[in-house]
């Protein structure tokens, strides 16, 4: 599950990118309103690590915005009914995609997502999985799960947060929580701290933006070891 970004980037990453492959910085039609989210999620530490981490100039792809998200988050979260047993799945809503900006497939992306989740809080994460080779689950605090899952050596950075939404049931909060995914094929860097570290200042500013009603605590980095 992987996504794709072309256009302006925050512009750090353009420019210092550009000057790295000595290419020249087109526009893609990536308006500021993108730019600015991606800037937001990741971070001034967040792109000056993916502007060290990508050998190639990138880009942005316009996708939604968090006021865009947090609507269809909301009615998410509104619509789900404690009492029915039915699995249910949502949509995220990816926020921000960066890209190669000369791939024609754009296969070399970072992308960061976030929606209502289709498991509670309390799911057994961890636990052996038969649709991912590894999953590994990180206890944050009482309000932040992160997962990391491993398919065919592809690897994806999940967290997850009790977020009460205003007008959703009282279960909600723990039966549908805001869940977040980050996706990298973009830079180099294997490691999964950074990926958490970046993925959990990402989950701060979606938490703050949705307005959850339980205030719940997203540290900046994840635990030690």
């Not at 996504?3 to 990453?13: D, H, I, K, Q, S």
């Not at 792109?47 to 269809?72: F, I, M, N, P, Y």
């Not at 024609?104 to 989740?117: E, V």
């Not at 860097?189 to 307005?211: C, I, N, Q």
Request: one cysteine or more; charged letters at 25%.
């Amino acid at each position: 599950m992987r996504r794709v970004l072309a256009l302006p980037l925050l512009v750090g990453l353009l420019l210092a990118s550009v000057a790295c492959s000595g290419g020249d910085t087109k526009s893609t039609g990536t308006g500021d309103r993108t730019r600015e989210t991606c800037e937001d999620l990741l971070g001034a530490a967040g792109e000056k690590w993916v502007k060290s981490s990508s050998a190639q100039e990138t880009g942005l792809v316009d996708v939604k915005d968090l006021r865009a998200a947090k609507s269809v988050f909301y009615d998410d979260a509104r619509s789900w009914d404690p009492s029915s047993k039915a699995l249910t799945s949502y949509a995220p809503s990816e926020l921000c995609r960066i890209v190669v900006r000369d791939q024609k497939r754009h296969t070399s992306r970072l992308s960061i997502s976030y929606g209502a989740s289709g498991f509670p809080f309390d799911s057994p994460f961890g636990e052996k999985s038969d649709v991912y080779d590894e999953e590994t689950l990180i206890r944050v605090n009482s309000d932040v799960k992160l997962v990391v899952r491993k398919d065919d050596g592809d690897y994806d950075y999940s967290v997850y947060v009790r977020c009460q939404v205003p007008g959703a049931s009282a279960e909600q909060e723990t039966g549908v929580p805001l869940a977040g995914s980050m996706t990298d094929t973009l830079t180099r860097d294997t490691g999964t701290e950074p990926h958490l570290r970046y993925l959990l200042h990402s989950a701060r500013v979606v938490a703050k933006e949705f307005g959850c009603r339980n205030h719940p605590v997203v540290p900046a980095t994840p635990p030690a070891d």
